[in-house]
Nanobody, 125 residues
Framework: QVQLVESGGGSVQAGGSLRLSCAAS???????????MGWFRQAPGKEREAVAT??????IYSDDVKGRFTISQDNRKRTLDLEMNSLKPEDTAIYFC?????????????????WGQGTQVTVSP
C-alpha cells in the first residue's frame, strides 16, 4: 500500500516562510519514466488546485505561487519538499502531496493516483 506522508504545516504571519515535506518511501513509481509528483491545496469552499507538479525534468507552478514556492526532491530519501516563501493569507489551505505512476506529458490532476492526508497551512495578515 502506497503511503504519502506530509509534514511541516503550521501557522505563520504574512511574509513568512514554511517548508512542507512529503515522504514517499513506499512508492515504487518514483523512478518510473512517466511518473509524476506534486503538491496541491484546497482552501475552504474551494476546489482542490495544483500548486506545483513535476514530471521528469519539467516542473510547473501555478501562477499564484510562481516565484514564491519551490519544489525539490531527494531521490535517495524519496522525499518531495515544497519551500514556501513570502506567504500570503490567500495561501491558507490544506496542502496535499500526490503521486502518479503513469502521467500524461501535460500532467492532469486525474493522473495522481496516490494522495497524502494533507497538512494545514494558515497564514495570518
Amino acid at each position: 500500500q502506497v503511503q504519502l506522508v506530509e509534514s511541516g504545516g503550521g501557522s505563520v504571519q504574512a511574509g513568512g516562510s514554511l517548508r512542507l515535506s512529503c515522504a514517499a518511501s513506499s512508492w515504487i513509481g518514483w523512478t518510473f519514466a512517466r511518473s509524476c509528483m506534486g503538491w496541491f491545496r484546497q482552501a475552504p469552499g474551494k476546489e482542490r488546485e495544483a500548486v506545483a507538479t513535476r514530471r521528469g525534468p519539467v516542473t510547473i507552478y501555478s501562477d499564484d505561487v510562481k516565484g514564491r514556492f519551490t519544489i525539490s526532491q531527494d531521490n535517495r530519501k524519496r522525499t518531495l519538499d515544497l519551500e514556501m516563501n513570502s506567504l500570503k493569507p490567500e495561501d491558507t489551505a490544506i496542502y496535499f502531496c500526490a503521486a502518479g505512476d503513469d502521467c500524461y506529458d501535460t500532467v492532469r490532476q486525474s493522473d495522481f493516483r496516490y494522495w497524502g492526508q494533507g497538512t494545514q497551512v494558515t497564514v495570518s495578515p
